[in-house]
């Protein structure tokens, strides 16, 4: 990330503060070295004054804040000005210039900071699946995504698409005949399938044969993400996911189609990966929400041994549970994916890491880090608001080209 910031300031400006202010105005302004070297010289304060806003505009937006007092400007060996950040720089560059002309000083800055610097450090269990050169598409998979419903075309996109861009060979986006125009013209990557429908947008139990053999020829299912409440829907995602062979991520309403047949749970096994909110999972185990929050990872471990399947838990620090024991605790926390849809990227990448060979635990780490890290870094950008769910697509690749070179 590259950045550049200008700036301007009257020298009687400063002039005035330091008049009216005296040891106040520069102690919360320069630093000691700073005030050594400018001995009351109001030019060269200035100097330093129009050098430390021209640094401040180039952090606008990226998150990143340094007050003036950390942000220290002195003169380099030659003699040109020289600043230096004061505290966790995360690898930035910094270069400054500092001009005066009939009383006035300007600055201008440039920024440069490394994308690897905006990274956490990643869970153990992160492993980006290799790419090798002499890969074709079907190297890295296929994906089934079972998914959408009328007015939840949304969903299907944002999952399928996700999973293309975390890296699996073919996507094939199964949906009801209703909805399939539109998902046709707007998933131009993913190969968008109609299947029978039981309502005007709802898949019922009628495709269960012809669903199960798409299944059967992929690497991995997504189930869930706006396929609707039909009941013949819901009755539909269970036996696929007590019968299908293949690994399954199943999210949104496939949790709802599970938690409405309390038996099925047990017998899911451990290829398959249950994305549920506090919400989702409270309606799963019977519990409510604010039980869930109080006990977050004890939540997830307790039913992933229960029910034999890998259990995301997302929210602030997303846990990952394995039937076996193991959990995992990611490092973020960010409010900016707090949007409709961006749990529907979630299970894309996940299942785009199982269609290139990830187990299911592993995907699931590594999809929540990946997901997370591509919210945080638009968060940079945008704020705490404002990130919709689509913003994370192109970013996706970009996060894992930083893990994939050891970027942390």
């Known amino acids: 990330m590259q950045r550049i910031g ?27 070295a700073e005030l050594t070297y400018c001995n009351g010289n109001d030019e060269r304060l200035a100097g330093r004054w129009a050098a430390k806003e021209a640094v401040i505009k180039c952090f606008d937006g990226t998150g990143i804040c340094f007050p003036r007092r950390r942000i220290e400007v002195l003169p380099g060996p030659n003699g040109a000005p020289r600043a230096r950040l004061l505290g966790n720089d995360r690898g930035a560059q910094l270069e400054v210039s500092i001009t005066h002309h009939s009383r006035l000083a300007v600055a201008t800055a440039h920024l440069e900071i490394p994308d690897v610097g905006t990274m956490l450090p990643a869970p153990d269990a992160v492993l980006i699946p290799a790419r090798p050169k002499d890969a074709h598409k079907g190297t890295f998979g296929t994906a089934v995504v079972l998914a959408g419903s009328l007015g939840l075309t949304g969903a299907a996109y944002l999952s399928s698409t996700a999973a293309a861009r975390t890296g699996a060979g073919l996507v094939r986006l199964l949906v009801a005949t209703t909805i399939y125009p539109i998902l046709a013209v707007k998933c131009t990557e993913v190969m968008a399938t109609p299947v029978p429908e039981v309502a005007p947008g709802a898949v019922g139990h009628a495709a269960y044969d012809s669903i199960l053999r798409q299944l059967e020829s992929a690497e991995v299912g997504i189930i869930g993400p706006g396929l609707g409440r039909d009941s013949s829907t819901w009755r539909l995602v269970v036996d696929l996911a007590l019968h299908a062979h293949s690994p399954l991520v199943i999210d949104a309403d496939g949790l709802n189609a599970l938690a409405d047949s309390p038996r099925s749970k047990g017998k899911l096994g451990a290829r398959r990966v249950l994305t549920p909110h506090p919400g989702e999972l409270a309606r799963l185990t019977g519990k409510t929400a604010e039980a869930i929050n109080a006990d977050r990872p004890g939540a997830a471990r307790k039913a992933a041994r229960e029910w034999g399947a890998v259990v995301v838990l997302k929210g602030a620090r997303t846990i990952v549970a394995h039937p076996d024991g193991r959990i995992s605790e990611d490092p973020h926390e960010v409010p900016a994916l707090a949007s409709g849809g961006t749990g529907d990227v979630l299970s894309g990448i996940i299942g785009g890491l199982m269609a290139q060979g990830s187990d299911p635990f592993t995907a699931a780490v590594t999809g929540v880090y990946v997901h997370a890290a591509a919210g945080r870094r638009i968060a940079e950008r945008f704020g705490d608001s404002g990130l919709l769910a689509g913003d994370l697509l192109p970013e996706i690749p970009l996060v894992m080209n930083v893990l994939r070179q050891g970027g942390l």
Do not use: Q
Request: hydrophobic share 50%; net charge positive.
């Open 6 to 32: 200008v700036d301007a300031v009257s020298v009687d400006r400063i002039a005035l503060a330091v008049r009216r202010s005296g040891p106040g105005f520069l102690a919360k302004v320069y630093t000691p």
